[in-house]
């Protein structure tokens, strides 16, 4: 399983980025997928997930700015980031549970700073 996250950067406060995720070695339409972040200081923290049936559910803290979706297809995962603030500084890391564990693949640094 390979899961490899991109999209990350320096971003103003108030901005937007979108994250992206490529996985191989899953059967990707029938995972559900997820978006951890690890913000400094503090341990790694479910951002959002979506099921096979792109059901979603988020982190109480970026419910209404985050939005997570999938690409089949592609076997991409994505999470559109709005109105970013400084507490969303992060290591952002994309996540399947697969087989009895956890796999993350690594993860790409998301920094808000003006």
């Known amino acids: 399983v390979q899961l490899q996250a991109s999209g990350g950067g320096l971003v103003q406060p108030g901005g937007s980025l979108r994250l992206s995720c490529a996985a191989s070695?899953?059967?990707?339409?029938?995972?559900?997928m997820a978006w951890y972040r690890q913000q400094p200081g503090k341990e790694r923290a479910l951002v959002a997930n979506?099921?096979?049936?792109?059901?979603?559910e988020y982190a109480d803290s970026v419910k209404g700015r985050f939005t997570v979706s999938r690409d089949n297809t592609r076997r991409r995962l994505y999470l559109e980031m709005d109105n970013l603030g400084s507490e969303d500084t992060a290591i952002y890391y994309c996540?399947?549970?697969?087989?009895?564990?956890?796999?993350w693949g690594r993860g790409t640094l998301v920094t808000v700073s003006s």
């Open positions: 979506i099921t096979s049936g792109s059901s979603t």
């Open positions: 996540n399947v549970h697969f087989r009895g564990r956890n796999y």
């Open positions: 070695g899953i059967n990707f339409k029938i995972m559900t």
